[in-house]
């Protein structure tokens, strides 16, 4: 089963464009973390967001989290070739020893 | 190793075979993970493990997956009788102490194909 579901399920864009990509999910949480995977890789965490916290930065990244509606968006500025990859949202499941992922984003940045 | 490392990268397995991939976690790292991804999909959780204790294994889809660490270390899941429906990636994590709240660190995955 899914925890989160991401919007839009492909992206692309201009190298330079901001990307946004959307998470949504279905139970209380107490993170969100974003992870990105490039092709025929793992994955690699980018972020975490508490449920206390409703922004965050980390370089060109920008996550920001709203509890009451229950989602998550993470913004990439000034995008490069190099950030095509597909970008997951997860959260850990209250009182199970799980990290739950979402579908993910493909985003493909055009030189 | 400086990270999660699984083996082989890649298994081609004709249907019927049992197949063993291994997943040699970060050193010190007490809590592993099992995920499968099929083509296009978001890992699905497989089993979790503390130290050698197998503490949720809700995940595996049959009895013909098993997974085992015996010395709280090293990790291996075994397909038994592969079917073509097993054809995934699949991808093994590990955390310092997984409380939910701290990152999970994933190896490159090896990407299973039965024929």
């Known amino acids: 089963s899914q925890q989160g579901e991401e919007d839009p399920q492909a992206l692309s864009i201009q190298e330079g464009e901001n990307a946004t990509m959307n998470c949504s999910y279905k139970?209380?949480?107490?993170?969100l973390q974003w992870y990105r995977q490039n092709s025929g890789r793992g994955l690699v965490h980018l972020i975490l967001i508490r449920s206390n916290e409703r922004e965050k930065h980390s370089g060109r990244l920008r996550v920001t989290l709203d509890t009451s509606k229950k989602s998550s968006s993470l913004l990439i500025t000034a995008s490069r070739a190099a950030d095509t990859a597909s970008y997951f949202c997860a959260s850990p499941t209250q009182g199970a020893q799980k990290l739950v992922f979402g579908q993910g984003t493909r985003l493909t940045i055009n030189p | 190793g400086a990270g999660v490392s699984q083996s082989p990268r890649y298994k081609v397995a004709k249907r019927g075979q049992d197949v063993a991939l291994r997943c040699d976690p970060i050193?010190?790292?007490?809590?592993l993970f099992w995920y499968q991804q099929a083509l296009g999909q978001g890992p699905e959780f497989l089993t979790y493990?503390?130290?050698?204790?197998?503490?949720?294994k809700s995940g595996l889809p049959s009895d013909r997956f098993f997974a085992e660490r015996p010395e709280g270390s090293v990790s291996t899941l075994k397909i038994q009788r592969t079917q073509q429906e097993d054809s995934a990636v699949y991808l093994c994590a590990s955390s310092l102490r997984w409380t939910g709240g701290t990152e999970a660190f994933f190896g490159q995955g090896t990407r299973l194909t039965v024929v």
């Open positions: 139970t209380s949480i107490n993170n």
């Open positions: 050193s010190g790292h007490v809590s």
């Open positions: 493990f503390q130290n050698e204790a197998q503490l949720d």
